[in-house]
């Protein structure tokens, strides 16, 4: 029997700045900040700035970041 294997991604674009203690977000609303894998979202809404932001471990940082088309050609 093959194992079954899961990344869980949320999405904080609207909830960051509004919910959880001090405006985290709603991972940390409903206390599972350390059971998210990936959390993206984007610096537009309640920071008022241009943007986004990707978190995650720094193996999936480093991934984006090495294959992100964005990435690739700047310096």
């Given at each position: 029997?093959?194992?079954i294997y899961a990344i869980s991604m949320l999405d904080e674009a609207h909830p960051t700045g509004v919910f959880g203690?001090?405006?985290r977000g709603l991972?940390?609303?409903f206390g599972v900040e350390n059971e998210i894998d990936i959390t993206i979202g984007t610096l537009s809404k309640?920071?008022?700035l241009h943007g986004g932001f990707v978190c995650g471990s720094?193996?999936?940082v480093d991934f984006l970041i090495n294959k992100s088309r964005v990435f690739i050609?700047?310096?």
């Open positions: 029997m093959s194992k203690k001090e405006g991972a940390d609303c309640s920071f008022a720094k193996k999936l050609y700047t310096t």
